[in-house]
């Protein structure tokens, strides 16, 4: 069913209310998501704006056809080429073969790769132009590595000036309502938050510069239309602002502590740590994680707006447990920057799974701020009082 934006904008994509993960088993999506495709119909153009993932391509192109008679889409935009996006395209190609593709250089290469059909592909930069009749125009706007290579955004200086942004301002969050102003504000935005953490955070000096030149362009702005979850039309600036923020070194008065026990050593000396934390900095938000028990992507969130990350294991065959080596090697992909971090974990023989995970730490960019803290065995109230005491430590640290 397709949604009315404006009166020329209708919302024409999916609401995947089903979706738990994202990206193969790499992010959890525990409030579904979309996939939102627009059409804007300009006085002379009619022009269609992404497409839907690939399992709903018969539905896509099925519920346009009753939107629009096909042959009267002047042109395709496709502003970028993952399959959540472009899956749909090629059902909707084998209606309307010859209709022009209108994409980044990198977008059609991507779209090559993928499908392997020799489309009419018309390949565009930043400033380039889509007359729609009147005065009314689409601006290409190239956005590389918001999250992809070919990504662009598209603004359209009708409707107040709407600004189509594919997955930059996303959230994967499925909602029968079509604006941010109709969906409860606290969740939504967590999705908004858990989305730039774990999909854009690596791309951040890109993100600031690319956020930075278009607040330089001073474009009105009514309107902010991600390919996922909710449109921005209450104060669409606030998101503009939150991606300021997110981009720019971002944390929060938190602590986030991560661990994987085996026999609960590691997770004594987790709360004890805690505590100490607590104890000394006592306005600071402090929040402890299972590694292995707890969705890992939500973890990485709670890392992403923290100042300092304190990550556990117990020594496993002189090394550090699955579940941990798992959120080391994310966080290493997410490029955090300025965040404080130290390691620790119980042992019995060998005990190098601190200094190993420190080590991880240094490497994915924490600033490691001493050599951690360790316990030979199961802590007794000594070894859970030095724990405590190495908490209020590491707080002074921060
Ligand atoms: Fe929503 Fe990068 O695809």
């Known amino acids: 069913m397709s949604k009315i934006i404006t009166n020329n904008i209708t919302w024409v994509g999916k609401v ?25 119909r300009g006085l002379k153009k009619t022009v269609l704006l992404d497409t839907v993932w690939g399992p709903y391509d018969k539905e896509f192109v099925s519920r346009l056809k009753e939107e629009v008679p096909l042959d009267q889409i002047d042109a395709i935009i496709m502003q970028h080429n993952e399959t959540d996006h472009s899956g749909a395209l090629a059902e909707l ?12 250089a990198k977008g059609e290469a991507i779209l090559r790769g993928h499908y392997h059909k020799d489309w009419n592909f018309v390949n565009v930069k930043t400033g380039d132009v889509l007359e729609l009749g009147g005065d ?32 930059g301002f996303g959230q994967h969050y499925a909602s029968e309502n079509l604006f941010n102003d109709e969906v409860p504000k606290c969740e939504m935005m967590y999705e908004a938050l858990k989305y730039y953490a774990n999909i854009l955070s690596t791309y951040s000096p890109m993100v ?3 956020v ?47 661990y994987d026990t085996m026999w609960n050593s590691t997770r004594l000396m987790a709360e004890a740590i805690a505590r100490g934390i607590k104890a000394q900095a006592p306005a600071t938000t402090v929040k402890i994680f299972n590694a292995a028990k707890e969705d890992k992507n939500d973890i990485l969130t709670e890392v992403f707006r923290s100042k300092a990350v304190l990550v556990g294991s117990p020594t496993i065959n002189y090394g550090y447990s699955y ?34 995970i420190s080590a991880a730490l240094t490497e994915a960019g924490f600033e490691v701020a001493d050599e951690g803290c360790r316990t030979l065995w199961v802590p007794d109230e000594k070894a859970l009082k030095e724990a405590e005491e190495y908490g209020k430590a590491f707080a002074l640290k921060l």
Request: net charge neutral; charged share 20%; with cysteine.
């Open 93 to 104: 190609m084998r209606e309307i073969p010859d209709t022009p593709i209108y994409c980044t």
């Open 16 to 40: 995947d209310w089903e979706l738990t993960m994202f990206h193969g088993n790499e992010l959890s999506t525990k409030r579904g998501s979309s996939y939102n495709a627009y059409l804007v």
């Open 136 to 167: 009314e125009r689409l601006t290409f706007i190239e956005a590389p590595m918001l999250h992809w290579p070919d990504t662009m955004f598209t603004y359209y200086n009708g409707g107040g000036g709407v600004l189509f942004s594919n997955d």
């Open 323 to 356: 579940a941990v080596a798992g959120i080391l090697e994310m966080l290493k992909g997410m490029r955090l920057k300025k965040k404080k971090a130290a390691a620790f974990g119980s042992y019995g023989w060998s005990g190098e799974g601190a200094k190993l």
């Open 208 to 210: 600031s510069r690319k």
């Open 212 to 258: 930075k030149e278009i607040l330089a362009m001073n474009l009105p702005l009514a309107m902010i239309c991600p390919s996922h979850g909710v449109i921005w039309r209450k104060e669409p600036a606030q998101i503009v602002e939150k991606y300021l923020q997110w981009s720019d070194s971002y944390q929060e008065d938190q602590v986030t502590i991560v």
